[in-house]
């Protein structure tokens, strides 16, 4: 889904009585293009890709 939904989403919960705080985290380790999330090959110590 998106970030208009889980937006959406938040809200409903927030409006429950029983809810007194809500914390909200993001993680968008998919735009960092180094990363191993992104697909990044992680290099063996010889310098042959890591094959996982």
Do not use: N
Not at 1 to 17: G, K, N, Q, S, T
Not at 27 to 44: K, N, Q, R, T
């Amino acid at each position: 889904r998106d970030v208009e939904h889980f937006e959406e989403v938040l809200e409903r919960i927030r409006a429950e009585p029983f809810i007194r705080k809500t914390i909200s985290v993001m993680v968008l380790s998919h735009l960092i293009p180094d990363s191993p999330e992104a697909g990044a090959a992680l290099l063996a110590p010889d310098g042959a890709a890591d094959v996982r």
